[in-house]
């Protein structure tokens, strides 16, 4: 492989959209990504006026993903595209994904990564049957002091971990603004087309996958209490859950699409033997350290020397200049870019590259939906062990 920039594809992301903007200029931000072809809606004629308005040529503009896929085939390589980038309602994560993969085609996936976890299983046979790479876009674990807190904790810091509150409030389903169109909570409440979950499955998803991601430590059993308040929405839009970790550690996960007044205020507080971390998504670049022997402690993130070696490969501007969401994005693009430009090369990534969520990261979040959902609605049980 020369030296050239990866060649990006998408599938989804019009100008009606409501992520796809966020991934473009997210995976455009290093400079080592171009947007080169895309389907970017079911309507056809939605795609190419966005395609056209994103500067595309009209024939990779196109009117299908399979129309998308055998079109690029045809080009040489280097001309056709690397990877796709998919972001569509669960419902149709799956088929281009594995179109992808079974053309030699790494992939971007937004989460939860399937409809079902039967499918999350098949694209992980997949991605290790072809060794392409996918990445996952749980963007929360991509912020600098999320980092951090990793590294912080793999030392020691804390000790040996014990409590988790990871909380994720928003409000803006408190009422059935579904039935108003014009946005994008029909699908999302929609199970033919989210999923068996809602809430737990729009954002409970990213509120585990912060836990784990931090601590390492993964969930063993659950127990849950999944909640519909709005009349008439058939799936949940609150939830709770109680979750026993390895190693001893304890959790508690709240997820809310119905609090009223909040935006995206997920926030996680890590509690073990010696001390406690603290971050709140609305002040990234503020990680407080909480001792019982000495005053509490702020790290403000930025290119500081004491920061870890982690945090500092993610990080993009000086103290006091904040990193935030859309950067987060870009860390999870960047680290994927240059793991795909790695196995071209037929060279290894370094660890810091290999730093993203992947296809296993994927599949522990369809088991999650699974085994919250099973705890969630049986009153019958109290805890369910990890559905495999």
Known sequence: MKNRKLKMGMVGGGSDAFIGAIHRRAALMENQVELVCGCFSVDPEISKSSGLSYFLPENRIYSSYQEMFEREMELPEGERMDFVTIV?????????????????????????????????????????????????????????????????????????????????????????????????????????????????????????????????????????????????????????AFMRMEKGAKAVLTASQIAIGEANNINIRIYGEKGGLEWVEENPNILKLKWGNRPEEIIHIGGNTFLGERALWNTRTPAGHPEGFIESFANIYRNFTLTVMSRMKGEEPTTDMLDFPNVYDGVRGMQFIETVVKAGWDDTVKWVKWVE
């Open 88 to 240: 569509t309602p669960n419902k149709f994560h799956f088929e281009p994904a594995m179109m992808a993969l079974e053309r030699g085609i790494h992939v971007v996936l937004d989460k939860p990564m399937t409809f079902s976890l039967e499918e999350a299983k098949l694209l992980q046979q997949k991605v290790e049957e072809t060794g392409l790479v996918l990445a996952l876009t749980h963007v929360y674990s991509g912020f600098p002091a999320v980092k951090e807190m990793k590294a912080r904790i793999a030392a020691g810091e804390l000790g040996a971990l014990r409590r988790i509150y990871v909380e994720y409030p928003q409000g803006w389903l408190a009422q059935r603004i579904e039935l108003e169109g014009g946005n994008n909570a029909g699908w999302r409440t929609d199970p033919a087309r989210s999923g068996k979950a809602g809430c737990m499955g729009d954002i409970g998803t990213h509120a585990w996958h912060l836990c784990e991601y931090i601590t390492g430590l993964k969930v063993e059993e659950i127990c849950a209490e999944l909640t519909t308040f709005v009349p008439g929405r058939p799936i949940d839009d609150d939830g709770t």
